[in-house]
């Protein structure tokens, strides 16, 4: 089980001194400026190729205009990815920022990448059995368990606490964040409400969330499902559709992950309670200036450790944020993950309105 151990340090910015020339560290080149590799994992979701490596792309380009960043997207395929990361060292990586599709199973890519003097930074999903230079991803225990939270606070606004049960959609077993997700929603669910069926979704597919929740559907009666907790939107979009097709009047309490745009829309709607924002961009620049310092032979210090089993690493936690149809103004559009103009298509406008964004 992994222990996150809070240092006395602040989350504070971090001031980077390292310029585009070479520096002292024996993972800079010897002439010209650090290259760094993003690694991530899929494409279904969708932050992934519209937050995440822009967003990264963009600090590594402010931070040090010299950089090169090589880009790899695995596609959810484990051995794809690891032909990548070979790429990667083979194509001169001075630092690897390394989101897995199969976080439990890339030590011996981690190790050949130290034989070589290269840093390696887990991005979102943490890393097991070998140590590594840091961590940035969310306090994903807090987030399952918010999720939860929510979902029970909806099903009590409804009245339906008492009677019926619950459908949990879980992310990726090979998913380490997910195995968090859900261990959070677990212990805000457990004795409060009944669990019909539980799933742990391969690949975070919402085709395959669709499928399992008509499948909950027939096994549980429509009439008994009264929530359903899903670990991120784009499942929800499946269980929706699920919902859809099995003839629902009004849509049970539903749960999701990662601020989508069809999620707000839905959230607005009324077919999803809520989702969870994560602030893509301060996770994305804060691994983007740890590789850059990485890549000037800089190790800045963390504010946290997490213990993935074999050593204690260096971790940046982002706080997570609740988003409901009352502060999709105050997250969503305030930071500007989205503008109201993107959200507010005209079939949405009454909606809009009676969310107070239009």
């Known amino acids: ?9 602040a989350l504070a910015a971090i001031t980077l001194t390292a310029g585009c020339s070479s520096g002292g560290g024996g993972a800079t080149k010897a002439t010209g400026a650090p290259t760094i590799a993003l690694l991530l994992p899929e494409s279904k979701t969708t932050r992934y190729e519209a937050f995440d490596r822009p967003l990264f792309e963009a600090k590594v380009k402010q931070e040090c205009g010299a950089c090169t960043v090589l880009y790899f997207n695995a596609d959810q395929d484990a051995a794809k990815q690891q032909n990548q990361f070979e790429s990667a060292l083979t194509q001169g990586a001075d630092v690897i920022v390394f989101d897995a599709v199969n976080a439990d199973a890339v030590a011996p890519q981690v190790n050949a990448a130290r034989q070589k003097k ?86 975070w597919s919402p085709d395959k969330a669709q499928q399992e929740t008509e499948q909950a559907i027939t096994a549980l009666g429509r009439d008994a499902i009264v929530g359903v907790y899903s670990a991120n939107d784009g499942m929800a979009s499946g269980a929706v559709a699920a919902l859809k097709r099995a003839g629902y009047a009004t849509l049970p309490p539903l749960t999701g992950q990662d601020g989508e745009l069809a999620a707000v829309q839905r959230i607005l709607t009324g077919e999803q309670t809520m989702t969870i924002y994560l602030n893509y961009r301060a996770q994305a620049e804060q691994a983007a200036e740890l590789a850059v310092a990485l890549g000037h032979g800089q190790h800045p210090p963390a504010p946290a450790t997490t213990d993935n089993g074999t050593a204690d690493i260096p971790s940046f936690l982002l706080d997570a944020v609740a988003v409901s149809r009352d502060t999709v103004r105050d997250t969503i559009v305030k930071d500007r993950l989205y503008t109201v103009d993107q959200i507010c298509t005209p079939d949405l406008a009454a909606a809009c309105r009676a969310a107070g964004l239009k």
């Open 1 to 9: 089980m992994r222990r996150i151990l809070i240092v006395t340090a």
């Open 118 to 203: 290269i840093p390696v930074i887990a991005y979102d999903r943490l890393i097991s059995g070998i140590g590594y230079d840091y961590y940035v991803s969310f306090d994903n225990v807090k987030v399952g368990r918010v999720q939860g939270e929510a979902l029970l606070n909806e099903m009590a606004r409804r009245g339906s606490t008492d009677r019926g049960q619950i459908l949990m959609l879980n992310g990726a077993p090979t998913d380490p964040s997910a195995g968090d997700y859900k261990k959070g929603a677990h212990q805000a669910l457990d004795g409060k409400v009944r669990i019909g069926r539980e799933f742990d979704t391969p690949d």
